[in-house]
């Protein structure tokens, strides 16, 4: 009896350590196929490099980083005010029934596919840049749009639950010293909750420079560094989805290599967000 | 209890499409076009690359599995540098190219079933009919950046090419010397890339202001967009074959080992009477006048 | 403080910090309100232009000229097929993870390097599963363009997933279930599973609904894995397209506007359809 229970012990254990297995797995291929090219290149020159040219073996992603950046921070710009807005409103101001209505509403947003995304860009806001702007449409303007929304649901939640935590007694301290709802919110409650809602804020980022398929669908993909709002914009992601499935030998390396980079945005984004603790008063 | 009942609904489920799709674990491993039948008429094989072959390729394969019908051909895109390194990679039983092979690729075994010429088009809206290889090099590198340079109405020209593993920007950037030796291919860092043939036929029937390069195949089946001409020459079978229109590239099917079963079978098919004859009426050149 | 105290002095301040509460409040309401709208907004366009081309022809027929005509009835059961597949795998693993690190395991450095692990696995974007999954699963294993490598790729993606919701419904099973189990002489494995698991189900069961709709939602991954392949796979070494994919491909490349609103149409509905269940389950069990 006791033997059966270690055995299930260690099968559960087996399945727990599976995760890790798989980190472990992933980063392994990944840094093994693309650290190659990071040392033939140099590390330095990969990122800062200007030229992305594999056919001629010049491996630069300054400009996919570059549009990597400026995506994200476009989408953040348009979304973090409506995000945090959403989420006062929620904590603050909405009945629970709208509350109750609303929350289902957001879970959609977060659940539909990011190739929707990708065809609402694609058929409304590429044309509608194209209109407006004069140009071509796809564009730094256009990721921005559709990337600020895909991550309005992680902006929310998080910042919702930050702001619901701060303990009520702030709240009422401030009331009770004659201040406003507005300025209770303002000046006592959103600062309480900062630390939850940077967290927020920066588990949004995460997922902005993750996103590939929308990208690709309405950046343009060009592999220059974006002018202005209306350039074409490769991302990171990007880069690797266009030309996976035909780089071969040192190309192939050169994409692992980029997705070496990626990784590692992404997991000091995790670990940052991670590390900032959640709750007021923490 | 409404826990068990959805429980049983999913198990069910899974019942059923196990037994729908014949779950068959294991025993079609083995890639068939390796397998030894006798008169090589089952099986299945994998097929992927060239967007411009693409289209051909399903209608050769819908064809021959009515006369086969025990066979199952699974094809797919992504590019003739896609299908030239599945080929080579073993993924796929048939990679198909819209280009010469380069040097370090010559290790595959290849089979040209047509030629297919690359029609420039524009959008209908565009005033501009006919185009020098001269102009076309231009506004290719970014030299002649506006239509009213080249006889249109003003507007900023968006260059619209293909991603680099694409055969048909290969023999594009080739032939129209956008590629030169010393420095490689010289298109204007600022175009729009898209992905396959449809996605460049997509992006130019959607802007006025866009030029862009596909398969004529492809190209003269499409409402949305406009051929023009080349040093006066028109897109048309004829041009293509006298080679008075220049631009034009092969048909390559690819294989990793001489091919065997299945994909052999398929071959064979498509090299010979039957398969040139759906090849040529699909507007694509047969291989062998 | 200082702030509050002169503000509130004359009548005139009084006003000032009314109309910035009006005006930041109706910011707030704005901001609630666009999120909604661009929820309608987005999800109304396809609707309304997907619904036109929908019917039961189109969803029983299969896909003809590379997807310009026809319907797409064999993607649909692909789409199925391939959930299933990842799910059939990643559940019992996932669910076992979670009764792990809930029932078994101590605070320290394992549990810690496990949950880092969890979290990792959650973040990384999906373009890196499917360059993960195509040089290990297709190319390296030799499973070239299958259910199998699209399966696989798709577990670790939906793993998380699992493990947490797992993790917090088992966390949810009162104390006392366990205590009377084990009073009555049964060992901890026992406990586990037939009183604590069947108690917990509810709630395992909204994450694997839940990781039903990220696998019907995931493209860049599956693109690489289980291919793009027209047709009903007839084994789980073939490949196949997904309803993601699918949408994709004609998307880019514009083969035909009407197949792709009414493909998208179909990939909203059945992701309403699935948050809707997870919503129902999760309002009805887990939090009565």
Request: aromatic share 8%; with cysteine.
């Given at each position: 009896?006791?033997?059966?229970?270690?055995?299930?012990?260690?099968?559960?254990?087996?399945?727990?350590?599976?995760?890790?297995?798989?980190?472990?797995?992933?980063?392994?291929f990944?840094?093994?196929?693309?650290?190659?090219?990071?040392?033939?290149?140099?590390?330095?020159?990969?990122?800062?490099?200007?030229?992305?040219?594999?056919?001629k073996?010049?491996?630069?992603?300054?400009?996919?980083?570059?549009?990597?950046?400026?995506v994200?921070i476009g989408a953040?710009?348009?979304?973090?005010?409506?995000?945090?807005?959403?989420?006062?409103?929620?904590?603050?101001?909405?009945?629970?029934?709208?509350?109750?209505?609303l929350?289902?509403?957001?879970?959609?947003?977060?659940?539909?596919?990011?190739?929707?995304?990708?065809?609402?860009?694609?058929?409304?806001?590429?044309?509608?840049?194209?209109?407006?702007?004069?140009?071509?449409?796809?564009?730094?303007?256009?990721?921005?749009?559709?990337?600020?929304?895909?991550?309005?649901?992680?902006?929310?939640?998080?910042?919702e639950?930050?702001?619901?935590?701060v303990?009520?007694?702030?709240?009422?301290?401030?009331?009770?010293?004659?201040?406003?709802?507005?300025?209770?919110?303002?000046?006592?409650?959103?600062?309480?909750?900062?630390?939850?809602?940077?967290a927020?804020?920066?588990?949004?980022?995460?997922?902005?420079?993750?996103?590939?398929?929308?990208?690709?669908?309405?950046?343009?993909?060009s592999?220059?560094?974006?002018e202005?709002?209306?350039?074409?914009?490769?991302?990171?992601?990007?880069?690797?989805?266009?030309?996976?499935?035909?780089?071969?030998?040192?190309?192939?390396?050169?994409?692992?290599?980029?997705?070496?980079?990626?990784f590692?945005?992404v997991?000091?984004?995790?670990?940052?967000?991670?590390?900032?603790?959640?709750?007021?008063?923490? | 209890?409404r826990?068990?009942?959805?429980?049983?609904?999913?198990?069910?489920?899974?019942?059923?499409i196990?037994?729908?799709?014949g779950?068959?674990?294991?025993?079609?491993?083995?890639?068939?076009g390796?397998?030894?039948?006798?008169?090589?008429?089952s099986?299945?094989?994998t097929?992927?690359?060239?967007?411009?072959?693409?289209?051909?390729?399903?209608?050769?394969?819908?064809?021959?599995?009515?006369?086969?019908?025990?066979?199952?051909?699974?094809?797919?895109?992504?590019?003739?540098?896609?299908?030239?390194?599945?080929?080579?990679?073993g993924?796929?039983?048939?990679g198909?190219s819209?280009?010469?092979?380069?040097?370090?690729?010559?290790?595959?075994?290849?089979?040209?079933?047509a030629?297919d010429?690359?029609?420039?088009?524009?959008?209908p809206?565009n005033?501009?009919e006919?185009?020098?290889?001269?102009?076309?090099?231009?506004?290719?590198t970014?030299?002649?950046?506006?239509?009213?340079?080249?006889?249109?109405?003003?507007?900023?020209?968006?260059?619209?090419?293909r991603?680099?593993?694409?055969?048909?920007?290969?023999?594009f950037?080739?032939?129209?010397?956008?590629?030169?030796?010393?420095?490689?291919?010289?298109?204007?860092?600022?175009?729009?890339?898209?992905?396959?043939?449809?996605?460049?036929i997509?992006?130019?029937?959607?802007?006025p202001?866009?030029?862009?390069?596909?398969?004529?195949?492809?190209?003269?089946?499409?409402?949305?967009?406009?051929?023009?001409s080349?040093?006066?020459?028109?897109?048309?079978?004829?041009?293509i074959?006298?080679?008075?229109?220049?631009?034009s590239?092969?048909?390559?099917?690819?294989?990793?080992?001489e091919?065997?079963?299945?994909?052999?079978?398929?071959?064979d098919?498509?090299?010979?009477?039957e398969?040139?004859?759906?090849i040529?009426?699909?507007?694509?050149?047969?291989?062998?006048? | 403080?200082?702030?509050?105290?002169?503000?509130?002095?004359?009548?005139?301040?009084?006003?000032?910090?009314?109309?910035?509460?009006?005006t930041?409040?109706?910011f707030?309401?704005?901001?609630?309100?666009?999120?909604?709208?661009?929820?309608?907004?987005i999800?109304g366009?396809?609707?309304?232009?997907?619904?036109?081309?929908?019917?039961?022809?189109f969803?029983?027929?299969?896909?003809?000229?590379m997807?310009?005509?026809?319907?797409?009835?064999?993607?649909i059961i692909?789409?199925?097929?391939?959930?299933?597949?990842?799910?059939?795998?990643?559940a019992?693993?996932?669910?076992?993870?979670?009764?792990f690190?809930?029932?078994?395991?101590?605070?320290?450095?394992?549990i810690?390097?496990?949950?880092f692990?969890?979290?990792?696995?959650?973040?990384?974007?999906s373009?890196?599963?499917?360059?993960?999954?195509?040089?290990?699963?297709?190319?390296?294993?030799?499973?070239?363009y299958?259910?199998?490598?699209?399966?696989l790729?798709?577990?670790?993606?939906?793993?998380?997933?699992?493990?947490?919701?797992?993790?917090?419904?088992?966390?949810?099973?009162p104390?006392?279930?366990?205590?009377?189990?084990?009073?009555l002489?049964?060992t901890?494995?026992?406990?586990?599973?037939?009183?604590?698991?069947?108690?917990?189900i509810?709630?395992?069961?909204?994450?694997?609904?839940?990781?039903?709709?990220?696998?019907?939602g995931?493209?860049?991954?599956?693109?690489?894995?289980?291919?793009?392949s027209?047709g009903?796979?007839?084994?789980?070494?073939?490949?196949?397209?997904?309803?993601?994919?699918?949408?994709?491909?004609?998307?880019?490349?514009?083969?035909?506007?009407?197949?792709?609103?009414a493909?998208?149409?179909?990939?909203?509905?059945?992701?309403l359809?699935?948050?809707f269940?997870?919503?129902?389950?999760?309002?009805?069990?887990?939090?009565?």
């Amino acid at each position: 009896m006791k033997a059966c229970e270690h055995m299930i012990q260690l099968i559960l254990f087996i399945c727990a350590i599976i995760a890790v297995l798989g980190v472990i797995l992933i980063s392994y291929f990944i840094i093994n196929e693309g650290y190659p090219v990071i040392r033939k290149v140099g590390i330095w020159e990969f990122i800062s490099g200007q030229k992305w040219a594999p056919t001629k073996e010049i491996y630069g992603i300054y400009p996919m980083i570059a549009g990597s950046l400026l995506v994200t921070i476009g989408a953040l710009v348009l979304g973090v005010p409506i995000g945090i807005g959403c989420a006062i409103f929620m904590a603050e101001l909405a009945r629970p029934r709208i509350v109750e209505i609303l929350k289902p509403g957001i879970e959609l947003l977060a659940g539909i596919p990011s190739v929707i995304y990708g065809l609402y860009g694609l058929t409304v806001i590429v044309p509608f840049i194209r209109k407006v702007f004069n140009n071509q449409g796809f564009s730094v303007l256009a990721g921005s749009i559709v990337l600020a929304v895909m991550i309005l649901p992680t902006i929310i939640n998080v910042s919702e639950s930050a702001i619901r935590s701060v303990p009520k007694e702030y709240k009422e301290a401030s009331l009770s010293l004659g201040s406003s709802h507005w300025q209770s919110i303002k000046n006592v409650i959103v600062p309480a909750a900062h630390s939850g809602i940077t967290a927020a804020v920066i588990l949004g980022m995460g997922r902005a420079i993750g996103e590939t398929m929308a990208v690709i669908m309405i950046a343009g993909n060009s592999p220059l560094v974006p002018e202005s709002l209306l350039s074409p914009v490769r991302t990171l992601t990007g880069n690797i989805g266009i030309e996976m499935g035909y780089a071969s030998g040192e190309h192939q390396q050169a994409l692992f290599a980029t997705g070496i980079v990626l990784f590692v945005f992404v997991m000091l984004l995790n670990i940052a967000a991670n590390l900032i603790p959640k709750k007021a008063g923490e | 209890m409404r826990i068990r009942k959805i429980l049983a609904f999913i198990c069910a489920a899974v019942l059923l499409i196990g037994a729908f799709t014949g779950c068959a674990p294991a025993e079609t491993k083995v890639p068939a076009g390796n397998k030894t039948e006798e008169d090589g008429v089952s099986g299945s094989i994998t097929m992927n690359g060239s967007t411009s072959v693409q289209p051909l390729a399903e209608e050769l394969a819908k064809v021959f599995k009515d006369k086969n019908p025990n066979t199952t051909i699974d094809i797919q895109g992504g590019g003739s540098g896609v299908g030239i390194k599945s080929a080579a990679d073993g993924v796929v039983d048939i990679g198909m190219s819209s280009r010469d092979l380069k040097p370090e690729e010559k290790s595959l075994k290849e089979f040209k079933i047509a030629v297919d010429g690359i029609a420039v088009i524009v959008n209908p809206n565009n005033k501009v009919e006919d185009l020098s290889t001269e102009q076309i090099f231009k506004i290719y590198t970014g030299e002649i950046t506006d239509w009213k340079e080249v006889g249109g109405d003003s507007g900023e020209i968006t260059v619209v090419t293909r991603e680099e593993g694409s055969g048909t920007r290969g023999a594009f950037i080739e032939l129209t010397k956008i590629e030169s030796k010393s420095e490689g291919d010289r298109t204007v860092a600022s175009a729009i890339t898209q992905g396959s043939t449809g996605a460049v036929i997509a992006t130019i029937a959607g802007d006025p202001n866009a030029i862009g390069y596909a398969s004529f195949g492809s190209a003269k089946e499409s409402t949305g967009i406009k051929m023009i001409s080349i040093d006066g020459k028109a897109c048309t079978e004829e041009n293509i074959y006298s080679g008075e229109y220049k631009i034009s590239r092969p048909f390559l099917m690819l294989t990793k080992a001489e091919p065997t079963g299945l994909a052999k079978a398929f071959l064979d098919f498509i090299l010979g009477e039957e398969g040139q004859t759906v090849i040529s009426g699909h507007n694509y050149l047969k291989a062998v006048k | 403080m200082n702030e509050l105290s002169e503000s509130s002095i004359t009548s005139g301040s009084v006003n000032k910090i009314r109309k910035n509460e009006k005006t930041a409040f109706m910011f707030v309401w704005a901001a609630a309100a666009i999120t909604v709208l661009a929820l309608i907004v987005i999800v109304g366009s396809v609707l309304v232009n997907g619904i036109n081309h929908l019917s039961l022809e189109f969803l029983t027929k299969e896909p003809a000229n590379m997807g310009k005509d026809g319907g797409i009835f064999s993607i649909i059961i692909t789409t199925v097929y391939l959930a299933l597949f990842s799910l059939l795998i990643a559940a019992p693993i996932g669910i076992c993870a979670a009764v792990f690190l809930t029932e078994y395991a101590k605070e320290g450095l394992v549990i810690s390097l496990i949950r880092f692990g969890i979290e990792t696995l959650a973040g990384i974007p999906s373009i890196i599963f499917g360059l993960f999954g195509y040089v290990f699963f297709v190319v390296f294993l030799k499973f070239r363009y299958s259910m199998v490598s699209g399966g696989l790729t798709l577990t670790f993606m939906i793993l998380p997933t699992i493990i947490r919701t797992a993790e917090e419904s088992v966390k949810m099973v009162p104390i006392s279930y366990r205590e009377g189990s084990l009073a009555l002489g049964a060992t901890k494995w026992q406990t586990i599973y037939k009183v604590v698991l069947p108690a917990a189900i509810p709630g395992i069961l909204t994450g694997v609904i839940l990781g039903i709709g990220r696998v019907v939602g995931e493209t860049a991954a599956v693109i690489y894995t289980a291919g793009s392949s027209l047709g009903l796979p007839d084994s789980i070494w073939r490949p196949g397209r997904t309803m993601a994919v699918h949408l994709y491909i004609l998307a880019s490349e514009g083969l035909s506007k009407g197949n792709m609103y009414a493909t998208a149409t179909v990939l909203i509905i059945t992701v309403l359809i699935i948050n809707f269940t997870a919503n129902r389950l999760i309002k009805q069990f887990v939090r009565p």
